[in-house]
């Protein structure tokens, strides 16, 4: 018999893309999986050496994360976000993003009542974090300033955006940020894809041009599983808000929600070094400009994705069609569905997958 929580949560959405999965791995040259934005890349040398030399942690990690790490987040946030004041109040470690996002209305408090809003087409586990806190899922497709603020309590952006590639530019975010002070919505900006603009340069909600030398209300969701290959370490952190860490943090040491230690000390030095997240952009750019070229020469039309680790791709069919279509050349994608309403003309394609299936993509759609 279900639980009460899965009886009320969506069908996990990539379970439905099985069957077209199964034709694409029927072609004779192999499937070419880019459905999912998992890395293929290896793990950088640097950072398999940390793991590997703080293998002895028989002890305990902290929650909080060691200083070094704190240290190397918060230099990163000034180097990369351009944050302004941040301290190791303002910073914490979590265990992957997506537990992060799935957990935390519930890890704030919220419950039936509650609000939380977040954009369209989106990442669906904006949604499911809600429904597992039974709080209202509000999804917005214009700008957030435009809902009721009655009753929400969290705002999540996401820019880059996961699966369209859009950036919310200064203005954008600046007006969201002074909205949502006026009102009292936390905002929450999941920005894992921010050293990843093509055609546009990414903008975190804690720069200065944003929100000045002020976090309060703000926290950033960041990883190092796309910028450093890391998806298998579940290494991320938040920055922001130092009440709400401060409130979160202790949530967390109740329920021992801890990072490994030997991947503390390897987050830390990854965050550490720029060298190996320019030759991984490098890459990627390659593989994105190809299948750009490809998709447009089989029909598709290219929307945003001016940054991200994919191509928000469309022949104005339903996404369905262009699934299953697509299946038949090995290749798999995304149905927009997943994404909610707003994408079911479109697909989502990843560039993730080696220099090889990609050329063997190309050559198939060309």
Known sequence: MPSAVSARLPVFPWDRLEPHKATASAHPDGIVDLSVGTPVDPVPDLVQRALADAANSPGYPTVWGTPALRDAIVDWCARRTGAVGLDHRGVLPVIGSKELVASLP???????????????????????GALIARAEPVPYTGSPTELDPEGLRLLWLNSPSNPTGRVLD?????????WAREHGVLVVSDECYLELGWEAEPVSVLHPEVCGDDHRGLVAVHSLSKRSNLAGYRAAFLAGDREVLGELLGVRKH????LPAPVQAAMAVAL????HVAEQRARYAARRAALRAALTVRGFTVEHSEASLYLWATRNEPCWDT????????????????????GERFVRVAFTATDERVASAVARLS
Do not use: K
């Open 323 to 342: 699934v299953a279509e697509l299946s038949e050349l090995g290749i798999l994608v995304a149905p927009g569905a997943f994404y909610g309403a707003a």
């Open 255 to 258: 329920a021992g929600m801890m």
């Open 272 to 275: 550490g070094d720029d060298e």
């Open 106 to 128: 519930s890890q704030l408090g919220l419950g039936p009542g509650d609000r939380v809003a977040y954009p369209e087409p989106a990442y669906p586990t904006y949604e499911v």
């Open 170 to 178: 200064v203005a954008e975010l600046r007006a969201v940020v002074a």
